[in-house]
């Protein structure tokens, strides 16, 4: 009889390692408490309206590719990935927009039009990237950093030999502005580390591999919205005969000396051989595994990552200077940053983000309408994880004007709003303090704080998604779905 897995949670990471795992024979059994699957990555339709409710690009593609060819599928058959050009414009206050682009020869006569002292120093800004990428990714990437005698083999011995290669005693900041002499330009590449709730002047530069990932392997849009890779996993995941059940919440997670024993749902207990928990880390310390006062003590000390306020807008018009992608920047980036990361509150002019899927996919808007995803960093919460009703409309308030500023007068263009405040995030996913990405990366060690996939207190409980390694984003949680799934195989099977 194969071993029970039992899965906690159906987000990515959660999906991508019962996928794995009933593809190696286990016996795979995933909750998740929410109706739907997807975790943050979900889907809003509203009166003709269609938004992707968590990430709106995809990169590393083959991650997505690796994972259905390993189940024994052929994701073109059940994707459509496509390229996004440009991958994002940047609106600032005192100029015309710029396109940046993943397709280098654009890239270059785009920098050649608006930055043209800068064009080199971007090529070098782009090797100095790519030589990140491929000295970190193996490790800390690809590989379950926490397992130590995995990590004694040649090519990390090579990595940190060559630690100053990777750039981790300078912040992004630092490093960015050494490169570029145009400040809108370093603002652009400081932006980067937000990608995993962080700070840039206070990540360390290795992050700076983040760009290379966007616009050096590029960024990518799945045709009817990203929610359709959750379906597609969903799809193959029940294909493999994993039992999924939604709308149901695991209470606890049993164990007994030192040994997961299965989950608690409704006051039953089920049994299992092993548990891979996809849920917040943090969270399911405090509020699912009893008996750790003192780990979840040191984990709720960690920094928690950024969160965020958004705005689902249906929108009455169409609006052909924006491209899919939009960043409409704040003028003192460094300031935002410090009141969201010291002070704990939002900015008075903050960055937005809007991302309008229907200009790949028409069917996402009514005729002559378009959908604005309208993303605002936030502060994690704090105290009770509290969100009055009062911010969201000072804050909106502010994200209109910034729009307005820039020439979009939309308030009155707005047919039905939505909004998805650090509250929810913090009430409907179980996130730790309402942050999206679960542990910022703001120290030089923040890879190595980040929880691991193992959990070293309790055998048979593993941890995939956002909140432990390798860390957040779409190709992040399903790679550590991968890692998890690996583990499990390797420890459970004997």
């Known amino acids: 009889m194969p071993k029970k897995i039992i899965i906690v949670g159906g987000g990515l990471g959660g999906l991508s390692g019962a996928i794995r795992l009933a593809r190696l024979g286990y016996d795979v059994h995933l909750y998740e408490k929410n109706e739907t699957l997807g975790g943050k990555m979900g889907r809003i339709r509203r009166e003709g309206f269609t938004f992707d409710t968590g990430p709106t690009l995809l990169t590393m593609p083959y991650v997505v590719e690796e994972l259905f060819q390993f189940a024994g599928f052929n994701v073109a058959d059940m994707l459509q990935i496509i390229p996004v050009e440009p991958v994002c414009r940047y609106f600032y206050s005192d100029s015309e927009p710029f396109d940046a682009s993943a397709n280098q020869k654009i890239m270059l006569r785009n920098l050649m039009k608006r ?8 090529q070098r800004f782009m090797h100095y990237a790519e030589r990140i990428y491929n000295k970190t990714a193996p490790v800390f990437i690809y590989s ?6 995995k990590l004694l083999k040649w090519q990390v011995f090579q990595t940190l030999l060559t630690l100053h290669q ?7 900041h630092q490093s960015v502005k050494r490169h570029f002499r145009d400040p809108r330009l370093v603002q652009l590449f400081d932006r980067y580390p937000t990608y995993n709730g962080s700070n840039p002047y206070h990540a360390p530069a290795t992050l700076n591999v983040i760009p290379y990932v966007e616009l050096g392997l590029g960024g990518y849009y799945i045709q009817g919205g990203l929610y359709t890779l959750v379906e597609a996993m969903q799809k193959a995941a029940k294909a493999l005969n994993v039992k999924i059940r939604t709308g149901t919440e695991v ?6 000396n030192h040994r997961i024993k299965g989950v608690r749902i409704h006051g039953e207990k089920i049994d299992a051989d092993a ?9 399911s310390h405090h509020d699912l595994i009893d008996g750790f006062h003192k780990t979840s003590k040191r984990l709720s000390r960690l920094e928690p990552s950024l969160s965020g306020l958004i705005f689902f807008w249906g929108i009455h018009g169409i609006h052909p200077h924006l491209g899919q992608h939009n960043i409409f920047f704040s003028q003192d980036y460094q300031k935002e ?13 903050p960055t937005v983000y809007v991302s309008i899927s229907s200009k790949s996919d028409t069917g996402h808007a009514p ?3 378009e959908n604005w995803f309208v993303l605002i960093n936030m502060p994690y919460l704090i105290g009770d994880q509290s969100w009055k009703a009062g911010q969201t409309a000072l804050i909106r308030q502010a994200v209109l004007q910034k729009l307005k500023t820039c020439g979009l007068d939309i308030e009155k263009q707005i047919r039905i709003e939505k909004t998805i405040t650090p509250g929810d995030i913090a009430l409907r996913f179980r996130s730790n303090r309402g942050s999206i990405y679960g542990i910022s990366s703001n120290t030089l060690n923040s890879a190595f704080k980040r929880p691991p996939n193992r959990s070293r207190q309790l055998r048979g409980l593993y941890f995939a998604g956002g909140s432990t390694h390798p860390g957040g984003g779409v190709p992040m949680c399903m790679l550590s779905g991968k890692i998890a799934a690996e583990l499990i195989n390797e420890f459970e099977s004997r």
């Open 275 to 283: 548990v891979l928990c996809n849920a917040d880390v943090v969270t």
């Open 166 to 172: 990777i750039d981790p005693f300078r912040t992004v």
């Open 144 to 149: 379950p950093v926490h397992e130590i005698r």
């Open 251 to 256: 209470e606890s997670i049993c164990h007994d």
């Open 115 to 122: 930055f043209p002292k800068d064009m080199v120093n971007y």
């Open 337 to 349: 940053f410090a009141r969201i990361f010291q002070d704990l509150i939002p900015s008075e002019d």
């Open 367 to 369: 005729e002559g309408c």
